[in-house]
């Protein structure tokens, strides 16, 4: 496989340290909010290399964090606590907000076919291990101490910025406005690596140290977690383009100080979920969730489809019409596999490879997707018959993850427009045969019917909260989606 490697800015040839065997590491989520769309491109993205390596045969140790201390608004380390904000804002304990949002960021990777990694590992569970390499970085003469709080001494390395194309607006932001500058600071860009003198006297979450009661520093969990779970030598690294600085150059300052070796040569970095009016972020217009995209209609898979046909160095713009487009193209795949029959008969195993050989191309030349989806157009137009396209489309969707095979067949077994109640009249129903929606509007009709408008207008409103409009026919009613 080639792969582009941010840390040496060339797509290269994709290597390990054992043989055939991948230690993956991926920065996890700040569980204080939903994850917005954006961040979850970074994990569909992950998710489709993780498993085209998989395909490839690698075997595969994945590890991600779940950062439930530590990490500060701003991400080189000041200002306030996001977990702490998120429980000041919702009135619950720092661990509920935790616990809340760690369950629902796993609820939309499931809605999304992103497979949960080998090892997901909360920060707040591995306390006496940070603590430990703190104290092995201080001992090596990489950090000090100043106000109370351990930092990491930038200086002390001959190279700082590994990955110097990162945009200014990356850069600037331990100077944004409204930060406080840390004064303990020998130099800008230290970090810290443990809090005990912070201007939050209220942190709900301490612990015991050789330093004062008090927290870690959001990067020292990466460091520290990875190297528990993937050994001292990681051989790929992913995240979010924003991670790359300050978060990944710390971490890469931290382990290879720590460790006295390189660490880990190779960074896959995706880049960002766009809108109209630039990065994606939660704090600015609309925020956009996986259920927000359920409410008006869409199936979460559509969004993946949406992501995967774009490469993942390149911005990606969001808009609904965008949205829309994919969502379209994702539908009309779906019913041209359906329209193939699977008794047409058997695997004609050299068109298989041959096909095969080409997917496995594609995505190994720096994960192509979009070519890789791509891919099974080629397959529906291939001269051969639809028992060996139905068996290539399943094997590329090992990778892809649409669940093409799965809404194929339930476009085969669905049944035609069918009335599915007589009264004094019928209701005509979509050919979709979804039964909760039907029962929904068979209720709201008889609601109705029985003079009782408030709990018609709930059942209306319930509906519409999921994008499906009721429309009332003469003796029935029937419905669509918006
Ligand atoms: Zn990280």
Redesign the pocket.
Known sequence: MYLYNSATHKKEEFKTHTPNHVEMYT?GPTVYHFAHIGNLRSYIMEDVLEKYLRYAGYDVNRVM?ITDVGHLTSDADEGEDKMLKGARREHKTVMEIAQYYTDAFFDDCRKLNIKTPDVVQPATGLIPEFVQMVSGLLEKGYAYLAGGNVYFDTSKLPRYYVFNDHDEEDLAVGVREGVEEDTNKRNKNDFVLWFTKSKFEDQALKWDSPWGVGYPGWHIE?SCISLKYNGEYLDLHC?GVD?AFP?HTN?IAQSESYLGHPWCPQWFHVAHLNTNDGKMSKSKGEFLTVSLLQEKGYDPLAYRYFCLQSHYRKALVFTWENLDNAAGAYVKLQKKIAALDPNDGTVDQAVFDAYKAKFVQTMGNDLNTSMGVTAIFDVLKAKTNDATKLALIGDFDQVLSLNLLEAAAAFRNAKPAQVIAQHDGVYIVTGEGNPAIDALVMQRYEAKKAKNFAEADRIRDELKAQGIEIVDVKGGATWKRI
Request: proline content about 0%; aromatic content about 0%; charged content about 15%.
């Open positions: 920065c964090n990466c995240g991670n978060h971490e």
